[in-house]
């Protein structure tokens, strides 16, 4: 629908906040509008992409700009990646969820390799015919440890980390990392099985008590009376963004088996269907009504594994489109 174009995060403006850029000094430099972060649904190519960032880069001359921006990450900065990366259980689950979303805001894909005793974070860069600014590759790799770094509250270092073109000064990466950026045809971070699988302690209590302060408390309030719909809800609210859907899942977190867990909502008049169901569309009237964030990254939060299969089901939930219902409470 929007071939070659990639949406820009509404993180952005916090982002120059923090690193005390005015945004219109960066997009003037790069020959692009001066209110673009203040528009809807932006979306850039991907050569607009690259000197977006280049302009960046330049403005602030900073070498350790990647560093910067990913060693000052918290959970209470809101983006659609980060959230749902927390939400997960592990780092490998993590980093599925943003190979999901990646393509949508970046002309980049993740590559994921696991073996038995390793497991690989490649980046690879859709446009051939230009490459990315070094800085940029740099971002991505120190965002990917500090990721892991975040979400275990352990200081995890890769075993390995390679890419065309080192980032410098040298000795700045290499004590972040815990290891030195060796030259490779690659971009590519590997990691430990048992850090891959390490468990994530990120509960995201600063998101959501930022980002869904009712739904938050109405979990808190869950006691002993409440029903097993309400439970199985509440399990939803924590687990979808991280891409954690199913029944069995959910079961898992209830400390229920699949088979009494449908047994239970049976008894109720329910369904897990239908409380996922539910569940998904009140999440997201709640993400068109108090965000910004576009169709595809709330289809992304709600667990879908397509954006069109979130189209399809919100068709059939309202008979409207996301962008329609917006309008209408706007209005």
């Known amino acids: 629908m929007h071939a070659h174009t990639y949406a820009v995060e509404g993180s952005w403006r916090s982002l120059f906040k923090d690193l005390g850029v ?17 528009r809807p649904a932006v979306r850039l190519s991907s050569e607009a992409f690259f000197r977006f960032w280049d302009s960046l880069d330049a403005e602030l001359g900073d070498p350790l700009l990647p560093i910067r921006l990913c060693t000052t990450l918290r959970a209470e900065s809101f983006s659609p990646a980060l959230f749902a990366a927390l939400c997960s259980p592990n780092y490998l689950t993590a980093v599925h969820r943003i ?8 002309p980049m894909r993740i590559l994921i390799d696991e073996s038995a005793d390793q497991m690989t974070v490649g980046l690879e860069w859709l446009d051939k015919a230009v490459r990315p600014p070094v800085s940029l590759v740099a971002m991505e790799l120190v965002f990917f440890v500090q990721l892991a770094r975040l ?21 700045a990466y290499e004590d972040l990392f815990g290891v030195r950026v060796r030259e490779g045809d690659v971009h590519r971070l590997t990691f430990s099985r048992a850090d891959a699988a390490r468990p994530f302690l990120t509960s995201n209590e600063g998101m959501w008590e930022a980002f869904e302060p009712e739904l938050r408390r109405r979990l808190a309030e869950l006691d002993e009376t409440a029903t097993v719909g309400e439970r199985v809800r509440a399990a939803l609210l924590e687990s979808l963004p991280g891409g954690q859907a199913s029944m069995e899942s959910v079961a898992q977190r209830l400390a229920l088996s ?8 049976e008894r109720e008049g329910t369904s897990y269907q239908k409380v996922l169901q539910d569940t998904r569309e009140s999440l997201a009237k709640h993400y068109l009504q108090r965000t910004k964030l576009a169709p595809a990254e709330i289809s992304f939060l709600l667990g879908f594994e397509e954006p069109s299969s979130f189209y399809r089901a919100f068709s059939d939930w309202t008979g409207q489109t996301p962008e329609t219902l917006r309008q209408a409470m706007v209005h």
């Open 99 to 106: 190979q999901k979303y990646k393509s949508l805001v970046a």
């Open 22 to 38: 005015r945004p219109a000094d960066v997009l003037r430099r790069a020959g692009l509008p001066e209110d673009l972060l203040s």
């Open 258 to 265: 699949k088979r009494t867990l449908q047994r239970r909502l």
């Open 151 to 171: 979400g275990t509250r352990e200081m995890v270092r890769p075993i390995e980390v390679r890419t065309p073109v080192p980032p410098a000064p040298a000795k």
